[in-house]
């Protein structure tokens, strides 16, 4: 490949790269007749249906609620009305018995009334009303009974349904892009974090990330906490005693990682935890947790730490929805953003007074959580804020589907497809793996390091021979334009330079050991070129044998 081109890219996000690579393997597939395989993409191709069956059914009656109110003929109806409408649903399901998505809606506002002592007729008419889209979000942060169900399902999912103490304030948001986009700007606007601040990113890490900090709205002093292949990807007690040093604010981490989808250890959470007590009480973290659903027992920091974390979720990957652009941000009721705003001098919060002066008569005691609503749309347009309706309710609903799911059968499905994935490729890569004993391993995404395998199979002179011979990017332009294989680069994430993301959500079971054996190919070609330039040199040393075609 073209080393110059290669060095010009160096500096291109992955998922830019990553367009490129499509168009070449698309030219590959066209030349020949291999097939075109994109393992980069994080979109898993499963869907969860009982919940959308349930959307679709409850906009029927939405309809027919609409029109119960007022009907013309030119095709227009009323606003749906609170008197009755349960029993009402109640009654319109009965005759919708055969179509997909009435048990499940029967079943899910039983649920919800008994379990959060809900009035029937409130919680029915904003499931209604909301479909419908008639109205803007009341209140903006998000909707009421949403908000308690989304809350109970973060218990189970963030929390392993052991919550700490109190409550956390949800604000439902546009995806977990949104919900790092809003947080970075509120923080800055909040004089919590200042152009030039010192935080820390546990690293590899979803490249965002990573770019985020360099642009010119922040310009963050980036410390990199690494956790590495060597040590199944834990933060080690040297790493973690960056964390020490107070000119740290920060420290933003994704749990389960993302690219190395291992989530962070009991033993590493108990450091972590004693840490922030004993030597940083004043250090902020963030949390994207959106793989810790694939992780049986999976507990957030947000649950151990829930003074100093701000919790991301995105219920896009889980659910399999990232059209809908469903996120939440959480935030206990009792957290340290909210005290240090109280802590400012009077200059600042002078200044934070006036900006949000227009929303209440004591901006000094609006929450932090509020303050992101409203700095969302600018503030002056905060009377529009919040997630559209509608989607808070497929949010709701998703919710409700996996509480209602006692033996977890969705969630053991999802995880079995992303390991039977996981171990296929591993099959044909022809090497072991750790991750796959580990009970912390997501097998969402995986790091297949180029130059760990040779150091581990064939010793460190190859290894330094293709470091100085290839760019890093080479790999996976040879991946596109030999193979029609698109994978991202590693060093985009601050993982290692000579590796690369293969997704195992988003393509057909029976591809995966065809992917491990490209990659594989790839490598041996690194191999060979070595073998070729230094003859004799590996006559001892020779990589395991990828196994055969599976009938």
């Known amino acids: 490949m073209d080393v110059l081109k290669l060095r010009r890219l160096e500096g291109l996000s992955p998922f830019e790269i990553k367009d490129e690579l499509i168009a ?3 030219k590959s ?32 009656f939405a309809i027919t609620e609409s029109r119960r109110t007022m009907e013309h003929t030119a095709g227009l109806a009323g606003m749906p009305q609170k008197p009755g409408v349960a029993s009402r649903l109640d009654a319109w399901l009965a005759k919708q018995q055969a179509q997909p998505g009435a048990d499940f809606l029967s079943a899910v506002v039983r649920f919800a009334v008994a379990k959060f002592a809900f009035n029937p007729d409130d919680f029915v008419h904003e499931l209604v009303d909301s479909i419908i889209g008639d109205n803007y979000p009341v209140p903006d942060r998000m909707l009421v009974h949403a908000e308690k169900v989304v809350h109970e399902y973060l218990m189970w999912a963030m929390c392993d349904s052991r919550p700490p103490k109190g409550k956390f304030d949800l604000f439902a948001v546009e995806g977990g892009t949104a919900a790092m986009c809003y947080t970075f ?55 973690l005693k960056k964390l020490e040093d107070p000119k740290v604010k920060a420290f933003f981490i994704v749990n389960p990682g993302n690219p190395s989808s291992m989530a962070i250890s009991p033993e ?14 004043d250090l902020i973290i963030l949390t994207d947790d959106v793989y810790g659903t694939f992780v049986t027992g999976f507990r957030s920091l947000m649950a151990d730490l829930p003074y100093n974390t701000i919790g991301v979720y995105s219920y896009s990957k889980y659910f399999g929805c990232t059209g809908w652009r469903l ?28 900006r949000y ?3 209440t008569l004591e901006p000094g005691k609006l929450k932090f959580i509020d303050r992101m609503v409203a700095d969302s749309r600018d503030v002056c347009l905060n009377h529009t804020a919040g997630l559209s309706l509608p989607q808070q309710v497929q949010m709701a609903l998703f919710s409700l589907f996996q509480l ?32 796959s004993t580990s009970p912390l391993f997501s097998a969402y995404y995986g790091i297949i390091d180029f130059e760990f395998w040779l150091k581990k199979y064939l010793g460190d002179d190859v290894a330094n021979f293709v470091k100085e011979n290839y760019h890093p990017l080479d790999i996976v332009y040879r991946l596109a334009h030999d193979h029609a294989l698109v994978l991202l680069n590693g060093g985009g994430f601050d993982a290692p330079n000579w590796s690369v993301r293969v997704s195992f959500a988003n393509l057909p079971d029976d591809v995966y050991d065809d992917i491990g054996r490209i990659v594989r190919s790839v490598a041996s070609a690194y191999v060979e070129a070595y073998r070729f330039a230094k003859p004799g040199a590996l006559e001892k040393a020779t990589p395991p044998k990828a196994p055969g075609k599976k009938k």
């Open 268 to 281: 590493v959470i108990k450091k972590l935890d004693k840490l922030v007590k004993t030597k940083r009480p």
């Open 24 to 26: 070449l393997a698309r």
């Open 357 to 359: 002066g227009s929303l």
């Open 185 to 239: 700007k509120s923080m800055m606007q909040n004089h919590i974090l200042h152009k030039g601040d010192t935080i820390a990113l546990g690293v590899p890490i979803f490249t965002p990330y990573l770019e985020i900090a360099e642009l010119n709205d922040y310009e963050f002093n980036v410390v990199h906490v690494h956790a590495t292949q060597d040590n199944l990807f834990q933060y080690s007690d040297a790493e």
């Open 29 to 60: 597939k066209l030349a020949s007749s291999v097939a075109f395989l994109n393992a980069g993409r994080g979109n898993p191709n499963w869907i969860a249906t009982a919940a959308r069956e349930g959307f679709f059914l409850l906009g029927q």
């Open 327 to 354: 996120g939440v941000i959480a935030l206990h009721e009792n957290n340290i953003i909210d005290d240090m705003i109280r802590k400012h001098p009077k200059p600042i919060t002078d200044q934070l007074n006036k």
């Open 404 to 435: 209602l799911d006692a033996d977890e059968s969705y969630r053991k499905a999802t995880m079995a497809i992303c390991h039977r994935r996981f171990a296929a490729t591993v099959e044909g890569l022809g090497i072991e793996s750790k991750a």
